[in-house]
């Protein structure tokens, strides 16, 4: 037997602050709720100021409301504090917590927070609490809750157990491939000299809305700091800016320049990012630098993988300026990167070397991927068949 209510009457949201001790808290999409502390994945800053964070008692459900509808939702087995941007529930009812958290995390549920999530997209949707608490949920009677969440619990923690053994072995691949890209790149006993007398560097188009632009101007596309990532490009939402023709010709990117950025997380910081001519014509922010190498001398792909070796990152992370968890750099730094004196044929050699281990690597590290993707498909299944009244034995492996 089996009821339906609203889960305004399972819980009653709570709004308790001030308690700046408490450790911080998060919630993951696949995780639930776990302590904020020594993940590196999360890249919302805490402010100075804990004190309007709200606490969270063991037991609680929380809310992150910008991602509900992403799954982002849990009952917290952890005392702590939240972003004042979250919601935190009290349960009021004797329902099974375990229960509740597969319940409100299952597929069925996930996609109706989205159908009442407000906003324009959806990377700005908000589910307001009152539209949460009006959902309705079906609940088993207590002991059957109880046996079904005995299941989940068992069945999951086995899923989760191969998860992370292949997310491990995911980054044991990882490694290989750093590994690789530092031995190869950076061979024993050579000698250096510095870039800037391998390469010229071309600075970016600042944007200034009141720049006057008179009568020869084109729209031309142009690439912004978020465009590029650690060693590939986004392409996806590439916007365009309206120039002078002759500052369009002064900035457009050539095929082979490698585009480094000015500022971001450390590890990020000066990985190059190599320019195919993906676009015909583009241009890039005055916060990007794109270096140019003298092609008889510095290959643009060697350059391009050197920035991510181990000795490209101790260089930057010495020549890093730092504000809280972020980096910059700048031109003369950029230009001053220590660079293998290797003939052009060695460097060619080098980069090909590289690209058939990287070949070979990357086609385990897609295999794992999968394997890890089917794993999570797999958890979410069970959970919605055992929500359903419908649980069956995992065959995962």
């Keep these: 037997m089996t009821r339906s209510i609203k889960l305004r009457r399972i819980f009653r949201r709570r709004d308790e602050t001030n308690r700046p001790d408490l450790p911080m808290l998060s919630v993951y999409r696949d ?15 805490p402010g100075q100021d804990l004190s309007a964070y709200q606490v969270v008692r063991r037991g609680d459900l929380v ?11 849990g009952m917290s087995e952890l005392d702590g504090i939240v972003s004042p941007a979250y919601f935190v529930a009290q349960q009021t009812s004797d329902d099974d917590p375990r229960y509740l958290h597969y319940a409100l995390r299952s597929l069925p549920m996930i996609a109706e927070y989205a159908k009442r999530s407000k906003g324009i997209r959806p990377a ?12 309705e949920i079906r609940l088993p009677r207590p002991d059957q809750q109880r046996l079904v969440a005995d299941l989940l619990d068992r069945e999951t923690t086995r899923i989760d157990k191969l998860i992370a053994a292949k997310r491990r072995f995911r980054e044991l691949l990882d490694a290989r491939d750093a590994s690789a890209v530092s031995d190869l790149t950076v061979p024993i006993d050579c000698r250096f000299v510095r870039l800037r007398f391998l390469a010229r560097l071309q600075t970016g188009v600042t944007v200034d809305a009141g720049r006057e632009l008179g009568q020869s101007v084109v729209s031309v596309p142009y690439l912004r700091v978020a465009n590029v990532q650690a060693g590939w490009l986004d392409l996806a939402d590439v916007t365009e800016i309206t120039v002078t023709c002759d500052l369009a010709e002064r900035s457009t990117l050539r095929r082979g320049d ?12 000066g990985r190059g990012t190599l320019w195919e001519g993906q676009l015909e014509r583009c241009l890039h922010q005055n916060h990007i630098f794109a270096v140019r190498p003298a092609t008889d001398r510095l290959d643009p792909r060697f350059l391009a993988l050197l920035t991510r070796s181990s000795h490209a990152r101790r260089y930057f992370e010495m020549t890093g300026s730092r504000v809280t968890n972020l980096a910059s750099t700048n031109s003369e730094k950029i230009l001053n990167l220590p660079v293998p004196q290797l003939s052009l044929d060695e460097q060619r050699r080098l980069v090909t070397k590289y690209e058939r281990v990287a070949t070979k690597l990357g086609r385990l590290v897609s295999a794992v991927d999968r394997q890890i993707q089917a794993l999570a498909e797999r958890r979410q299944s069970l959970i919605a068949e055992a929500i359903a009244g419908q649980p069956q034995p995992t065959d995962a492996a």
Excluded: C, H
Aim: aromatic letters at 10%; hydrophobic letters at 40%; glycine letters at 10%.
């Design 31 to 45: 995780l639930g709720v776990i302590l904020r502390e020594g993940r590196d994945d999360n890249y919302n800053r």
């Design 63 to 73: 809310l992150n409301k910008m991602k509900t509808w992403q799954g982002s939702l």
């Design 258 to 269: 490698v585009l480094m950025t000015e500022g971001g997380d450390l590890d990020k910081l």
């Design 124 to 135: 700005q949707w908000d589910l307001p609490w009152d539209e949460f608490a009006d959902v």
